[in-house]
Protein backbone atom coordinates (compact mmCIF):
# COMPACT_ATOMS: atom_id res chain seq x y z
CA UNK A 1 0.00 0.00 0.00
CA UNK A 2 2.85 1.83 0.97
CA UNK A 3 4.51 2.52 -2.62
CA UNK A 4 1.01 2.93 -4.35
CA UNK A 5 0.72 5.72 -1.82
CA UNK A 6 4.20 7.24 -2.47
CA UNK A 7 3.22 6.29 -6.54
CA UNK A 8 0.24 9.14 -5.69
CA UNK A 9 2.06 11.49 -4.17
CA UNK A 10 4.84 12.16 -6.58
CA UNK A 11 2.14 12.47 -9.30
CA UNK A 12 1.03 15.21 -6.95
CA UNK A 13 3.71 16.72 -6.77
CA UNK A 14 4.51 16.66 -10.05
CA UNK A 15 1.07 17.97 -11.58
CA UNK A 16 1.79 20.88 -8.89
CA UNK A 17 5.09 21.60 -10.44
CA UNK A 18 3.56 21.18 -13.94
CA UNK A 19 0.48 23.80 -13.08
CA UNK A 20 3.12 26.63 -11.97
CA UNK A 21 4.64 26.26 -16.00
CA UNK A 22 3.88 28.93 -18.19
CA UNK A 23 3.68 26.71 -21.73
CA UNK A 24 1.50 24.41 -19.75
CA UNK A 25 -1.04 27.38 -18.00
CA UNK A 26 -1.44 28.96 -21.55
CA UNK A 27 -2.65 25.44 -22.95
CA UNK A 28 -6.68 25.56 -21.41
CA UNK A 29 -7.01 21.95 -22.57
CA UNK A 30 -3.80 20.81 -20.54
CA UNK A 31 -4.48 23.30 -17.47
CA UNK A 32 -8.35 21.77 -17.35
CA UNK A 33 -6.75 18.07 -17.39
CA UNK A 34 -4.36 18.77 -14.82
CA UNK A 35 -6.50 20.89 -12.63
CA UNK A 36 -9.05 18.06 -12.65
CA UNK A 37 -6.29 15.28 -12.02
CA UNK A 38 -4.36 17.36 -8.93
CA UNK A 39 -8.36 17.80 -7.27
CA UNK A 40 -8.99 14.09 -7.72
CA UNK A 41 -6.21 13.38 -5.92
CA UNK A 42 -6.32 15.81 -2.92
CA UNK A 43 -8.10 13.64 -0.85
CA UNK A 44 -5.89 10.84 -0.75
CA UNK A 45 -2.80 12.71 -0.31
CA UNK A 46 -4.17 14.53 2.27
CA UNK A 47 -4.67 11.57 4.16
CA UNK A 48 -1.45 10.01 3.34
CA UNK A 49 0.25 13.14 4.53
CA UNK A 50 -1.37 13.20 7.68
CA UNK A 51 -0.53 9.13 7.80
CA UNK A 52 3.20 9.20 7.45
CA UNK A 53 3.27 12.27 10.54
CA UNK A 54 1.19 9.70 12.37
CA UNK A 55 4.68 7.08 11.59
CA UNK A 56 6.64 9.19 12.16
CA UNK A 57 4.96 10.05 15.70
CA UNK A 58 4.89 6.74 16.71
CA UNK A 59 8.80 6.17 16.02
CA UNK A 60 9.21 9.19 18.57
CA UNK A 61 7.12 7.99 20.92
CA UNK A 62 8.30 4.63 21.17
CA UNK A 63 11.44 6.59 22.03
CA UNK A 64 9.97 8.54 24.45
CA UNK A 65 8.38 5.47 26.43
CA UNK A 66 12.05 4.64 27.29
CA UNK A 67 13.03 8.20 29.38
CA UNK A 68 12.01 7.49 32.91
CA UNK A 69 10.10 10.27 33.60
CA UNK A 70 8.17 10.82 30.24
CA UNK A 71 7.64 7.46 29.62
CA UNK A 72 4.09 6.83 30.80
CA UNK A 73 2.94 10.05 29.06
CA UNK A 74 4.44 8.13 25.89
CA UNK A 75 2.84 5.09 26.82
CA UNK A 76 -0.56 6.79 26.68
CA UNK A 77 0.33 9.08 23.44
CA UNK A 78 1.58 5.69 21.74
CA UNK A 79 -2.17 4.06 22.46
CA UNK A 80 -3.53 7.13 20.71
CA UNK A 81 -1.52 7.29 17.99
CA UNK A 82 -1.56 3.36 17.15
CA UNK A 83 -5.74 4.05 17.19
CA UNK A 84 -5.07 6.85 14.99
CA UNK A 85 -2.88 4.84 12.68
CA UNK A 86 -5.05 1.67 12.40
CA UNK A 87 -8.32 4.46 11.78
CA UNK A 88 -6.00 6.41 8.73
CA UNK A 89 -5.03 2.40 7.17
CA UNK A 90 -8.58 2.00 6.69
CA UNK A 91 -9.22 5.48 5.41
CA UNK A 92 -6.29 4.70 2.94
CA UNK A 93 -7.60 1.23 1.74
CA UNK A 94 -11.04 2.99 0.64
CA UNK A 95 -9.10 6.03 -0.77
CA UNK A 96 -7.46 3.96 -2.93
CA UNK A 97 -10.22 1.97 -4.82
CA UNK A 98 -9.88 3.11 -8.32
CA UNK A 99 -12.53 6.19 -9.03
CA UNK A 100 -15.07 6.32 -11.44
CA UNK A 101 -13.70 8.53 -13.85
CA UNK A 102 -17.56 10.02 -14.06
CA UNK A 103 -17.87 10.38 -10.34
CA UNK A 104 -17.82 14.51 -10.35
CA UNK A 105 -20.18 14.61 -13.13
CA UNK A 106 -23.84 16.02 -13.42
CA UNK A 107 -26.28 13.82 -13.56
CA UNK A 108 -29.29 12.99 -15.84
CA UNK A 109 -32.35 11.43 -14.84
CA UNK A 110 -35.20 9.55 -16.40
CA UNK A 111 -38.07 8.59 -14.58
CA UNK A 112 -41.08 7.00 -16.29
CA UNK A 113 -44.65 5.37 -14.96
CA UNK A 114 -44.47 1.89 -15.85
CA UNK A 115 -46.73 -1.06 -14.32
CA UNK A 116 -49.55 0.26 -12.34
CA UNK A 117 -51.61 3.43 -14.52
CA UNK A 118 -52.48 6.20 -13.11
CA UNK A 119 -50.67 5.47 -9.86
CA UNK A 120 -47.30 4.39 -11.42
CA UNK A 121 -47.61 7.96 -12.73
CA UNK A 122 -48.18 9.55 -9.41
CA UNK A 123 -45.46 7.52 -8.41
CA UNK A 124 -43.24 8.68 -10.75
CA UNK A 125 -44.10 12.04 -9.21
CA UNK A 126 -43.16 11.15 -5.89
CA UNK A 127 -39.60 9.48 -7.24
CA UNK A 128 -39.02 13.29 -9.04
CA UNK A 129 -39.95 15.35 -5.92
CA UNK A 130 -37.63 12.89 -3.72
CA UNK A 131 -34.86 13.50 -5.71
CA UNK A 132 -35.30 16.80 -6.66
CA UNK A 133 -35.90 17.59 -2.84
CA UNK A 134 -32.63 15.40 -2.02
CA UNK A 135 -30.67 17.70 -4.87
CA UNK A 136 -32.04 21.04 -2.50
CA UNK A 137 -30.86 19.51 1.06
CA UNK A 138 -27.25 18.89 -1.25
CA UNK A 139 -27.45 22.18 -2.22
CA UNK A 140 -27.59 20.94 -6.07
CA UNK A 141 -29.67 22.63 -8.94
CA UNK A 142 -31.51 20.94 -10.95
CA UNK A 143 -33.59 21.66 -14.36
CA UNK A 144 -36.27 19.89 -15.93
CA UNK A 145 -35.97 19.67 -19.77
CA UNK A 146 -39.10 17.16 -21.07
CA UNK A 147 -42.29 16.05 -19.09
CA UNK A 148 -45.15 14.38 -20.05
CA UNK A 149 -47.94 14.66 -17.46
CA UNK A 150 -50.09 12.05 -15.78
CA UNK A 151 -53.95 12.43 -16.23
CA UNK A 152 -54.15 12.16 -12.66
CA UNK A 153 -51.07 13.34 -11.35
CA UNK A 154 -47.42 12.71 -11.59
CA UNK A 155 -45.83 12.42 -14.88
CA UNK A 156 -45.89 9.25 -17.09
CA UNK A 157 -42.14 10.03 -18.08
CA UNK A 158 -40.14 13.29 -16.78
CA UNK A 159 -36.18 13.79 -17.70
CA UNK A 160 -34.20 16.49 -15.87
CA UNK A 161 -30.45 17.41 -15.15
CA UNK A 162 -29.44 17.77 -11.50
CA UNK A 163 -26.49 19.86 -11.15
CA UNK A 164 -23.70 19.65 -8.47
CA UNK A 165 -19.87 18.63 -7.43
CA UNK A 166 -20.02 14.35 -7.27
CA UNK A 167 -23.94 14.70 -8.35
CA UNK A 168 -23.56 11.34 -10.01
CA UNK A 169 -21.08 9.25 -7.33
CA UNK A 170 -24.38 9.80 -5.11
CA UNK A 171 -26.90 9.29 -7.46
CA UNK A 172 -25.54 6.24 -9.97
CA UNK A 173 -27.24 3.32 -7.78
CA UNK A 174 -30.53 4.48 -8.39
CA UNK A 175 -31.16 3.09 -11.92
CA UNK A 176 -33.86 0.06 -12.23
CA UNK A 177 -37.33 0.03 -11.24
CA UNK A 178 -38.83 1.19 -7.84
CA UNK A 179 -42.06 -0.46 -6.68
CA UNK A 180 -44.57 0.92 -4.63
CA UNK A 181 -47.01 -0.64 -2.45
CA UNK A 182 -50.11 1.55 -0.82
CA UNK A 183 -53.65 2.06 -1.61
CA UNK A 184 -53.70 4.49 -4.47
CA UNK A 185 -56.13 7.93 -4.58
CA UNK A 186 -57.21 6.62 -7.49
CA UNK A 187 -58.72 3.72 -5.87
CA UNK A 188 -62.04 3.50 -4.59
CA UNK A 189 -62.22 0.26 -2.85
CA UNK A 190 -58.94 1.19 -0.62
CA UNK A 191 -57.15 -1.99 -2.03
CA UNK A 192 -53.26 -2.01 -1.39
CA UNK A 193 -52.12 -2.20 -5.15
CA UNK A 194 -48.30 -2.13 -6.70
CA UNK A 195 -46.94 -0.31 -8.98
CA UNK A 196 -43.95 0.25 -10.76
CA UNK A 197 -41.74 3.44 -11.91
CA UNK A 198 -38.35 3.38 -13.84
CA UNK A 199 -35.46 5.79 -13.53
CA UNK A 200 -32.30 6.03 -15.38
CA UNK A 201 -29.23 7.74 -14.26
CA UNK A 202 -26.77 8.78 -16.86
CA UNK A 203 -23.89 11.23 -16.17
CA UNK A 204 -24.28 14.35 -18.11
CA UNK A 205 -21.46 14.35 -21.14
CA UNK A 206 -19.49 17.33 -21.02
CA UNK A 207 -16.74 18.73 -23.00
CA UNK A 208 -13.86 16.02 -21.40
CA UNK A 209 -15.92 13.26 -23.27
CA UNK A 210 -15.20 12.46 -27.19
CA UNK A 211 -18.39 11.83 -28.37
CA UNK A 212 -18.92 12.80 -32.50
CA UNK A 213 -22.27 13.41 -33.63
CA UNK A 214 -22.34 13.35 -37.88
CA UNK A 215 -25.09 16.26 -38.08
CA UNK A 216 -25.86 14.02 -41.37
CA UNK A 217 -27.07 11.27 -39.00
CA UNK A 218 -29.66 13.45 -37.42
CA UNK A 219 -33.11 14.11 -37.74
CA UNK A 220 -34.71 17.29 -35.89
CA UNK A 221 -38.49 17.97 -35.61
CA UNK A 222 -39.60 21.27 -34.14
CA UNK A 223 -43.38 21.18 -32.74
CA UNK A 224 -45.28 22.84 -30.28
CA UNK A 225 -44.12 22.05 -26.87
CA UNK A 226 -47.17 20.69 -24.23
CA UNK A 227 -44.60 20.80 -21.12
CA UNK A 228 -45.20 23.07 -18.29
CA UNK A 229 -42.98 25.66 -19.05
CA UNK A 230 -44.65 29.23 -17.91
CA UNK A 231 -46.89 31.79 -20.08
CA UNK A 232 -45.97 31.63 -23.53
CA UNK A 233 -44.11 27.67 -23.85
CA UNK A 234 -47.21 26.66 -25.83
CA UNK A 235 -47.96 28.67 -28.08
CA UNK A 236 -44.70 28.69 -30.60
CA UNK A 237 -43.35 25.86 -31.89
CA UNK A 238 -40.41 25.97 -29.83
CA UNK A 239 -39.83 22.06 -29.07
CA UNK A 240 -37.38 19.98 -30.13
CA UNK A 241 -37.14 16.15 -31.19
CA UNK A 242 -33.63 14.79 -31.64
CA UNK A 243 -33.41 11.66 -33.53
CA UNK A 244 -30.09 9.82 -33.86
CA UNK A 245 -30.99 7.28 -36.94
CA UNK A 246 -27.68 4.83 -36.47
CA UNK A 247 -28.76 4.04 -32.67
CA UNK A 248 -32.30 5.18 -33.19
CA UNK A 249 -32.05 7.35 -29.98
CA UNK A 250 -34.83 9.84 -29.29
CA UNK A 251 -34.37 13.34 -27.38
CA UNK A 252 -36.78 15.33 -26.36
CA UNK A 253 -36.79 19.10 -25.17
CA UNK A 254 -39.66 21.38 -24.82
CA UNK A 255 -38.93 23.10 -21.05
CA UNK A 256 -37.27 26.13 -22.27
CA UNK A 257 -38.55 29.40 -24.36
CA UNK A 258 -36.83 29.23 -27.42
CA UNK A 259 -35.92 26.79 -29.79
CA UNK A 260 -33.02 27.47 -29.88
CA UNK A 261 -32.10 26.65 -26.07
CA UNK A 262 -34.58 23.53 -26.09
CA UNK A 263 -31.90 22.77 -29.40
CA UNK A 264 -28.77 23.30 -27.20
CA UNK A 265 -30.37 20.80 -24.15
CA UNK A 266 -31.19 18.63 -26.74
CA UNK A 267 -27.98 17.90 -28.01
CA UNK A 268 -26.19 17.93 -24.25
CA UNK A 269 -28.68 15.22 -23.59
CA UNK A 270 -28.36 12.59 -27.17
CA UNK A 271 -24.22 12.97 -26.35
CA UNK A 272 -25.05 12.27 -23.07
CA UNK A 273 -27.57 8.85 -24.12
CA UNK A 274 -24.38 8.28 -26.57
CA UNK A 275 -22.34 8.16 -24.07
CA UNK A 276 -24.26 6.14 -21.71
CA UNK A 277 -24.72 3.20 -24.86
CA UNK A 278 -20.74 3.03 -25.04
CA UNK A 279 -20.00 2.94 -21.13
CA UNK A 280 -23.04 -0.34 -21.45
CA UNK A 281 -20.97 -2.04 -24.34
CA UNK A 282 -17.94 -1.61 -22.28
CA UNK A 283 -19.67 -3.27 -19.33
CA UNK A 284 -20.96 -5.53 -21.55
CA UNK A 285 -17.61 -7.10 -22.57
CA UNK A 286 -16.20 -6.52 -19.02
CA UNK A 287 -19.04 -9.48 -17.43
CA UNK A 288 -17.43 -9.97 -14.28
CA UNK A 289 -16.92 -6.24 -13.33
CA UNK A 290 -20.91 -6.12 -14.49
CA UNK A 291 -21.65 -8.32 -12.07
CA UNK A 292 -19.97 -7.24 -9.36
CA UNK A 293 -21.84 -3.69 -9.40
CA UNK A 294 -24.58 -2.97 -7.30
CA UNK A 295 -27.38 -3.50 -9.67
CA UNK A 296 -26.88 -3.55 -13.62
CA UNK A 297 -27.92 0.27 -14.24
CA UNK A 298 -30.72 -1.77 -16.43
CA UNK A 299 -34.32 -0.27 -16.07
CA UNK A 300 -36.03 -4.00 -15.78
CA UNK A 301 -34.27 -4.31 -12.69
CA UNK A 302 -35.90 -4.46 -9.43
CA UNK A 303 -34.07 -2.91 -7.23
CA UNK A 304 -36.27 -0.62 -4.61
CA UNK A 305 -39.58 -1.54 -2.83
CA UNK A 306 -41.37 1.95 -0.99
CA UNK A 307 -43.85 0.13 1.55
CA UNK A 308 -46.23 2.74 2.55
CA UNK A 309 -48.59 0.63 5.12
CA UNK A 310 -45.22 -0.24 6.85
CA UNK A 311 -43.43 2.83 6.03
CA UNK A 312 -40.75 1.07 4.79
CA UNK A 313 -38.21 0.93 2.30
CA UNK A 314 -35.89 -1.87 1.46
CA UNK A 315 -33.05 -2.19 -1.14
CA UNK A 316 -33.39 -5.83 -2.85
CA UNK A 317 -29.47 -5.24 -3.99
CA UNK A 318 -27.98 -5.48 -0.99
CA UNK A 319 -30.62 -6.48 1.80
CA UNK A 320 -31.46 -3.22 3.16
CA UNK A 321 -34.15 -2.04 5.07
CA UNK A 322 -35.38 1.38 6.71
CA UNK A 323 -38.40 2.22 8.81
CA UNK A 324 -38.27 5.74 7.81
CA UNK A 325 -39.74 5.77 3.92
CA UNK A 326 -41.81 9.40 4.94
CA UNK A 327 -38.42 10.83 5.51
CA UNK A 328 -36.79 8.94 1.94
CA UNK A 329 -39.61 9.84 -0.25
CA UNK A 330 -39.01 13.41 1.27
CA UNK A 331 -35.77 13.72 0.11
CA UNK A 332 -33.60 12.28 3.20
CA UNK A 333 -31.78 9.86 1.21
CA UNK A 334 -28.52 10.26 2.82
CA UNK A 335 -29.05 7.22 4.60
CA UNK A 336 -30.17 4.86 2.00
CA UNK A 337 -27.40 6.22 -0.51
CA UNK A 338 -24.29 5.85 2.54
CA UNK A 339 -25.16 2.16 2.83
CA UNK A 340 -25.00 1.47 -0.96
CA UNK A 341 -21.80 3.65 -1.21
CA UNK A 342 -20.60 1.09 1.59
CA UNK A 343 -21.68 -1.77 -0.01
CA UNK A 344 -19.97 -1.21 -2.97
CA UNK A 345 -16.94 -0.26 -1.24
CA UNK A 346 -16.66 -3.35 0.28
CA UNK A 347 -17.21 -5.15 -3.18
CA UNK A 348 -14.81 -3.54 -4.34
CA UNK A 349 -11.90 -3.80 -1.58
CA UNK A 350 -12.89 -7.38 -1.81
CA UNK A 351 -12.25 -8.05 -5.33
CA UNK A 352 -8.90 -6.04 -5.08
CA UNK A 353 -7.87 -8.70 -2.23
CA UNK A 354 -9.00 -11.52 -4.04
CA UNK A 355 -6.53 -10.32 -6.84
Known sequence: MI???EVTLQKYEFLEAELTKPEVLSDIKKTREYSKELADLEDIVACYKKYKKVLDDIESSKEMIKDPELGDMAKEELKQLEDEKASLDKELEVLLIPKDPNDGKNVVIEIRGAAGGDEA???????????????????????????VEGTAGGFSQIEFIIKGKNAYSLL????GSHRVQRVPVTESNGRLQTSTATVLVMPEADDDIDI????????IDIYRSSGCGGQGVNTTDSAVRITHLPTNTVVTCQNERSQIQNKEQAMKVLKTRLYELQEQEKLEKEGAERRSKIGTGDRAEKIRTYNYPQNRVTDHRIGFTTKNLDRVVDGDLEEVINALIQEDQKRKLQGETEE
Open 121 to 147: NIFAGDLFRMYTRYAEKKGFSYQVYNS
Open 172 to 175: KYES
Open 3 to 5: DRL
Open 212 to 219: EINPNDLR
